[in-house]
């Protein structure tokens, strides 16, 4: 039987669970519509702006544990997507991108519209490759495995403007998926080595990565972290892998009030990091200087000549944690009851003073009325410092950052793509306002497909991060001001409600009405944004 490369491709992607594909289409595109038209297993998200088709993937791959899928058009559409793409990237996510290249006859010629998207895609995915008709089946397979394995990320697929109507073999099968957490095993010698090097150790810390939270270990770190008695940091994308509330919590690296933070770790005598990802923060960024045992799928990345004492444990994660938490326990010199001090101390400076509004009493009275199951998609922004600190978060991923590509304006798509994936949570977004200006056009998208979302917007006229660092270097605040000093007005944007907030009072009302409605509402909120000051950006080493 013959198909077109248009319906392979479609069903392919059916096959292998991937039911969503976000973009904003081309008439190249439209014969891979048409068949998700005519099959229900895939079905295409329009979006406003093809940024969004790249985050909103990035976030499908986290929550679906399949590759999220994306398009764009030739040129514009995929730079414009490569931004998306960069976040998949950076952020560990598997995702097929798609894109429209000119017709094969045509490539490397001078087209309309035409740049080399293959060297465009290069540097920003594991693998860029263009379909060929004779080889579809293969090259998706080969496409999927290279998502998925090792340290996860995006691949580019090129998609010449004549291939979709082309008539190839039909080929189905059974859908062949790799676990992306299978790698080699670690050998005899290197888990003894690790358990070596913390039996020696009187003061370690583990410091969890989002590697520890792709390989679904959050358990076994909890035992860990009791039997061995060893403090816990974590890096603001592997938050929910310890509670806030649990004994060994020390507290998230690099944001709000990390130098109380490093009032444990800079004690240590071994940090373990597991699954720890320098994209995030480096090792050097931070850590005392004191060997480390390095857990995770990759050797460590680290200035050998600041740091010489260096123990690799290279392979599946959680084979070489259960060896740690089998092990007799090793005993530690931590006073746990003094880290619960530290703990309590910092927390209680994001309790909302008594008659200031700003961003700590919006984002205390958003927690209290989100269910703990609840999603939190965060923009990037000073309020990203905040709620990497402070937002209790109960597991992996029901508080969605970028702090790997750390691009704002992913908020608002995280939110939209997240509420896709799990209709039946509530599912709310904080971003400022310099964020939710690049995504306004989303409103629209949200309204169209109905999606019950919150979206605050925590508004200061301003990019208050770059406010902030501007002052700390003793320059003049300079070319911050995102608009005129008024709110949006009552009504609705694109259809989506907006409801005005200035005081505790206004904003509990908001939170109230917000939560009773069916589909999207922007809560604008004005803030005391002078809060930040004296939470972020604080010394860490």
Known sequence: MKITVAKQVIRWLGEHGIRHIFGTPSGAWLPYMQAMHKDDDVEFVLVSNEATAGFMA????????????????????????????????????????FTTEAPRAMIGRTVQMAIDQQKLYEPLTKLTMRLDPDRVYEQMDEAFAHAVSGVPGPVHIGLPEDLAGIEIETHSRPASIKDPLTVDAIPASMLDEMESCLSKARLPVLAIGLGA??????????????????????????????REDHPAYAGVLFHALSDQVAQTY???????????????????????????LHI??????????????????????????ERLANMNASGSDWDFDALAVRRKTMFSAFVPQPGRFGPLAVLQSLREKLP??????????????????????????????????????????????????EPNREVVCVTGDGGFLMMAGEMATARRLGLRIIFVVLCDYSLDLIRI?????????????????????EGTLF??????????????????TAFEEDGPVIIQVLVDSSEYNDLILRPHK
Not at 474 to 482: C, H, N, T, W
């Open 58 to 97: 990035c976030v499908y791959a986290w929550l679906k544990k399949v590759p999220g899928a994306c398009y764009a058009t030739i040129g514009p559409g995929a730079t414009n997507l490569s931004t998306g793409v960069g976040a998949a990237l950076l952020n560990r996510a598997p995702v097929l991108c």
């Open 213 to 242: 939270v792709r390989a679904g270990c959050s358990d076994t770190i909890r035992i860990i972290a009791e039997k061995h008695q060893i403090p816990v940091v974590l890096t603001p994308m592997a938050k929910g892998m310890l």
């Open 266 to 292: 800079k004690q240590a005598d071994l940090i373990i990091g597991v699954g720890y990802d320098p994209v995030e923060f480096n090792y050097e960024a931070w850590m005392p200087n004191v060997p480390l």
């Open 296 to 321: 995770d799928v990759k050797p460590a990345d680290i200035d050998r000549s600041e740091y010489p004492e260096l123990v690799n444990v290279v392979g599946e994660i959680p084979g070489a944690l």
């Open 372 to 421: 703990e199951d609840g999603i939190m998609a965060c923009d990037v922004g000073a309020h990203t410092h905040l709620i990497g600190q402070m937002w209790p978060t109960p597991a992996p991923y029901t508080l969605l950052m970028d702090n790997g590509w750390s691009s704002m304006g992913f908020g608002v798509p995280a939110a939209i793509a997240a509420k896709l994936c």
């Open 469 to 489: 660092k501007q002052e700390r270097k003793g320059f003049d605040s300079y070319g911050m001001d995102l608009r005129e000093k008024t709110a949006l007005d």
């Open 495 to 512: 259809g989506v409600p907006i409801i005005n907030a200035h005081d505790e009072e206004t904003y509990q009302r908001a939170l109230s």
